[in-house]
T-cell receptor, first 116, second 113 residues
């Protein structure tokens, strides 16, 4: 079964620090790797995404690093703020095949707490 | 703004009851999804639908069914609720042209006693 393994399960970072969340996947049938952010009481929302032919993508304080040979990707949050406290999910989108448009496989999530 | 709305934020049902969870999206999206979210297990796909009248099983369909009579509405049905179906249920729709982007509703916290 296709899987995306995410670590750590929880993370505490001081304000201004760097938060790093890691994910690994097991096969090559994925064509996009998005990250979702979920605040308490809300549904997840897309944060940033990367394609496997790109090694890094940056949007503001959020950066995805992608290592295709190691089948790993990570989210870096620079200058972490208390407002970044949320649960983060990495995901992998299954490549389209036949009539299927490819669904998302989610990691188990990382609960980030940024202390003031 | 895209809106995905779910009929209830909190729901308490008894074992054996038939439960309907309703989801409506207002952006004419073709693809819709039902997930359940449990601590330490992440989001797991229950069912999905790429078009009206069409439905496909996800990774954990046992004990669930779905209905999609209209494009904007996707319902999850628990035929006979059990305590192990106590969970947070999330509905989502997929953005056309952005295959990795899904808009999620706020979720329904279902408790089966």
């Amino acid at each position: 079964q296709q899987q995306v393994k995410q670590s750590p399960q929880s993370l505490i970072v001081q304000k201004g620090g760097i938060s790093i969340i890691n994910c690994a996947y097991e096969n090559t049938a994925f064509d996009y790797f998005p990250w979702y952010q979920q605040f308490p009481g809300k549904g997840p929302a897309l944060l940033i995404a990367i394609r496997p032919d790109v090694s890094e993508k940056k949007e503001g304080r959020f950066t995805i690093s992608f290592n295709k040979s190691a089948k790993q990707f990570s989210l870096h949050i620079m200058d972490s703020q208390p407002g970044d406290s949320a649960t983060y999910f990495c995901a992998a989108k299954i490549r389209n095949y036949g009539g299927s448009q490819g669904n998302l496989i989610f990691g188990k999530g990382t609960k980030l707490s940024v202390k003031p | 703004d895209v809106k995905v709305t779910q009929s209830s934020r909190y729901l308490v049902k008894r074992t054996g009851e038939k439960v309907f969870l309703e989801c409506v999206q207002d952006m004419d999206h073709e693809n819709m999804f039902w997930y359940r979210q449990d601590p330490g297990l992440g989001l797991r796909l229950i069912y999905f639908s790429y078009d009206v009248k069409m439905k496909e099983k996800g990774d954990i369909p046992e004990g669930y069914s779905v209905s999609r009579e209209k494009k904007e509405r996707f319902s999850l049905i628990l035929e006979s609720a059990s305590t192990n179906q106590t969970s947070m249920y999330l509905c989502a729709s997929r953005v056309p042209g952005a295959p990795y982007e899904q808009y999620f509703g706020p979720g329904t916290r279902l408790t089966v006693t």
